[in-house]
């Protein structure tokens, strides 16, 4: 039996019972309160006084203390001594209220997004900081639009704290994560809001939710529909007469039943041991399963490719996506360094090779500085694979993402330099002397790169043999399987059969024209506008400047093709 709840659009929350009734009873231990519930309120009590009173003058002190503080001055935040005492024993150790604060922000993963807040209070940016706080924290604009504007917010002034001077060698612009900012909502209302873990909330969608698909669009849109989810499974556990006070409870339940689906075979010894180590800081194992479901949703593939995929990603450091142009090897790269990521941006770096891409944008390199009375010095520079080793050895137990697009377009020799021995010997026991500082470096195992290489581009032919055989190879064609669930999915599916089979027929013309890999993919015809535009218009957008280019001296050809596409004769 199972308890349901709309969640929205008539989209339905399902409860087993029998899971319900379980949580209920844990509900009454104490386990459940010291290892879900207490500090999650301790952070609750803390950052509701503390924003709860717009125009205090010592708001960006108090803020640059919660983050930079084990333990903030609770006088000065104004906590009743009752209050206080109940904080100090919900977070005690030597991490107090900041550790967990940082655990539910991604564990020490989150300690790294607000080491500069502090910083950038000493540096002047309070006022801003602050405003930026306060204005998260109002009922209005709708979440979504203050979300998405306080990550910009909050990105603007660390640009403009690295102008000041205020940046730490090896520091970068990024903008802070979807946990981090969840943490400040769910803290100041957790009636409304709730915290955020992507696996744990991936394995919710997928276990809990009836017709209802993980949301997309922007960081905030996906974070106020998520929020949503869990208040429907909030009302879903009321409703089997479980006594949910807030999104915490809530939460907790889809956080617990991810940790006991990952961790099926863990004794009850274990368990108690683990529960006693309080705020937990060490995230869950990913759920591949989880990951391929999602993956198998956003890129319409069968399930059982889709977890192949998964798995061959997780357990090898260099994939390489290789097809036709229009095939989807970028999208799908995209979104699956992301899943495994779990949305954290921080985790992934994405960056296209072209010809003039070089060793020093990559690795590292000399940069020109200009100093103070325009005084022109040389200083050595982290490129952006070196920024994202460091990024990765702070989190070890976390996956990082590095994803090429084009890889074939650059001269990856003089690019990749000793990383050709390191991606292959990885790991602190096999370093490698950088050129230029001189220093010792060497490649994460946390860390996976996914390239992808158009196989019409001639360029492929300079692709150097040795890295070739450091990449596992995945091959993507034109799937006219994808192409019809994509169109019925967008309300064509009056058209699926006509766009694949024109595809088709196309491909297996240019089958015949020198050059096998000449083939056209099936993304150029997902269009939303394909009804508008036809398939001349697609001819004309797409297709025809890529064969174009590959048929430049056969303009019989490129007419005799045009004629299978639009007229499906040869």
Not at 12 to 24: C, L, Q
Not at 464 to 486: C, E, G, Y
Request: hydrophobic share 40%; glycine share 8%; net charge negative.
């Amino acid at each position: 039996m199972v308890t349901a709840t709309e969640v929205g659009n008539g989209m339905k929350a399902i409860v087993p019972v029998d899971e319900a009734k379980a949580f209920a009873s844990l509900m009454q231990t104490s386990q459940y309160r010291q290892d879900e519930r207490d500090y999650k309120w301790a952070v609750h009590l803390v950052l509701s006084r503390l924003l709860s009173r717009d125009g205090r003058d010592d708001l960006p002190t108090l803020i640059a203390d919660l983050f930079g503080q084990a333990m903030p001055d609770l006088d000065r935040i104004g906590i009743a001594p009752d209050d206080q005492t109940f904080i100090r024993s919900a977070v005690p150790g030597p991490g107090g209220l900041r550790g967990a604060i940082a655990n539910l922000a991604g564990g020490r993963w989150g300690i790294a997004q607000f080491i500069w807040i502090p910083r950038a209070v000493d540096f002047g940016l309070g006022a801003q900081m602050a405003d930026a706080f306060m204005q998260l924290v109002q009922p209005e604009p709708p979440v979504a639009q203050r979300v998405d504007a306080f990550r910009d917010q909050l990105y603007a002034a660390s640009q403009e704290l690295r102008t000041k001077g205020g940046f730490e060698p090896g520091w970068g612009l990024r903008r802070v994560s979807l946990a981090f900012v969840a943490v400040i909502l769910a803290g100041f209302d957790p009636t409304t809001y709730t915290f955020y873990s992507s696996s744990a909330l991936h394995f919710g969608y997928g276990r809990y939710a009836q017709e209802l698909d993980w949301p997309k669009g922007t960081v905030g849109a996906i974070y106020a529909e998520v929020c949503e989810f869990v208040r429907g499974v909030g009302h879903a556990l009321s409703d089997s007469g479980v006594p949910i006070r807030d999104l915490i409870d809530a939460q907790s339940f889809i956080w617990i039943g991810y940790w006991n689906s990952n961790k099926p075979n863990q004794s009850e010894q274990t368990k108690s041991s683990s529960s006693s180590k309080k705020p937990q800081v060490t995230p869950p194992l990913l759920n591949l399963e989880v990951i391929a479901v999602e993956l198998a949703k956003t890129v319409y593939w069968p399930s059982d490719r889709a977890l192949q995929l998964v798995k061959l990603v997780d357990r090898w450091g260099q994939i390489l996506f290789q097809g036709p142009p229009g095939t989807g090897k970028t999208f799908v790269a995209e979104r699956l360094a992301r899943l495994f990521c779990q949305e954290e941006e921080d985790r992934l770096e994405i960056v296209q090779f072209h010809p003039s891409y070089a060793y020093e944008d990559f690795v590292e390199g000399i940069r020109p500085v200009v100093n103070e009375g325009s005084n022109l010095t040389y200083e050595v520079r982290k490129g952006i694979f070196l920024k994202l080793v460091e990024l990765a050895e702070t989190a070890p137990e976390e996956k990082f993402f590095i994803m090429i697009d084009e890889l074939n377009r650059a001269n990856l020799p003089r690019v990749f330099g000793e990383l050709l021995y390191a991606l292959e010997y990885r790991g602190a026991e096999h370093t490698f002397r950088l050129p230029y500082s001189g220093d010792e470096a060497y490649v994460p195992r946390n860390i996976t790169f996914i390239g992808t290489m158009n196989t019409a581009d001639r360029s492929i032919a300079l692709v150097d043999a040795a890295i070739r055989r450091r990449f596992r190879h995945v091959s993507f064609a034109p799937d006219t399987n994808v192409l019809k669930s994509w169109l019925g999915d967008h309300e064509l599916a009056d058209m699926a059969d006509l766009a694949a089979g024109r595809l088709v027929s196309l491909n297996h013309q240019l089958d015949e024209v020198p050059g096998a890999d000449r083939l056209v993919g099936h993304t150029y015809l997902m269009r939303g506008d394909l009804r508008e535009i036809g398939l001349v218009g697609v001819w004309e957008e797409d297709i025809a400047p890529v064969l174009n280019e590959h048929l430049f001296n056969q303009p019989h050809e490129l007419n005799r093709l045009r004629d299978v596409f639009l007229l499906g004769s040869a």
